[in-house]
């Protein structure tokens, strides 16, 4: 009986010494190069939990992923469109903000988007723009919007992102039609500006565009706005103008979805990001604009001066919502166009 009792007691401490030795751990799913290294090894390093960091190329498929219920993520970064997409058919799992203090550094401006408007679900991470990048120092006509980008002098010169929908939004904008009311009708009069301009497209980048003009490859293009305020601190040749038709603006996000298994760690992880000595370190590897104010402060007065990152008084800045399964109607659209 006691080496029964011994035996039983052994196994218990057993099990406690295992479930002690075992790693709190936080499954994230976000964009590439979004988040530094240092950041994740300082969350690490401070709370004992590691990060497995899995990425996508573009929220169509991390939606594709998280509807169809593959993948065990903790933590997620959508941009605005695809967070309204996740709220609507009940994929995220609303926040605790009391676990969230540093919510208080975002800055107003982000706050209440159609996405979320009461904020439940989402934080606000990362914003920016999508704009026109000119090699000032080749390019010599004036360029303000898409139809002074798209001119045949320009052929071969351009490099623009492999991004379906924003490219047709360009010729909606340019048509003067919504670029959120996506009707046969609209693709139809967009359809003949669109088949002009991929004619004279060198090359459909969304990772890196800014590298094919650094290069020198091409000399204009329509970029993230991140990547054309890390090119105007390479060069101050490079400058970004925000098309007089109009500009999109987005919003990405931190969302948590509703089956995820580690919950907690998903909120530290993100009240850390939240924090603005942190946050300070995204924006200095990354600089598109930051919603959190304290981290702001921190920033320098040329990185504040980057009319990329933050470009005071811009105007026609217009987000996108999600447009179903006229998304599909645009790859097809695209398909056609850029296969001629």
Partial sequence: MK???????????????LAGSAKEELNLFGWSEYIPQEVIDGFTKETGIAVNFETFASNEEMLAKLIAGGGNYDLIQPSDYAAEVLVRQKLLAKLDKKLLPNLRHIAPEFTGWPHDP?????????????????????????????????????????VVPNDNREIVSWALRTLGLPINEITPAALARARPLVAEWVQLV????????????????????????????????????FRYVLPEEGAHQW?????????ARNPAAAHRFIDYLLRPEVS?????????????????????????????????????LEAFRDIGKAASEIDRMMTDLRSQ
Avoid: C
């Fill in 202 to 237: 060198k090359l459909y980048d969304s990772d890196s565009p800014k590298t094919a003009l650094l290069n020198g490859d091409v000399d204009l293009g329509i970029v993230w706005s991140g990547e054309a305020a890390q090119l105007w601190n390479e060069d101050k040749k």
């Fill in 280 to 316: 300070k370190l995204i924006s200095d590897a990354f600089p598109y604009t930051n919603p959190n104010l304290g981290a702001r402060k921190l920033l320098t007065p040329e990185q504040l001066a980057n009319y990329a990152s933050y470009p005071e008084g811009a105007t026609k």
């Fill in 118 to 158: 009461a904020g439940d679900y989402t934080v606000p991470y990362m914003g920016g723009t999508v704009g026109i990048v000119i090699n000032t120092e080749v390019v010599k006509t004036p360029v303000k919007g898409f139809k002074d980008l798209f001119h045949p002098q320009f052929k071969n010169r351009l």
């Fill in 3 to 17: 080496s029964f009792r011994h035996s039983v007691l052994a196994a218990v401490a057993l099990a406690a010494a």
């Fill in 251 to 259: 919003l990405d996000l931190l969302a948590i979805p509703a089956v």
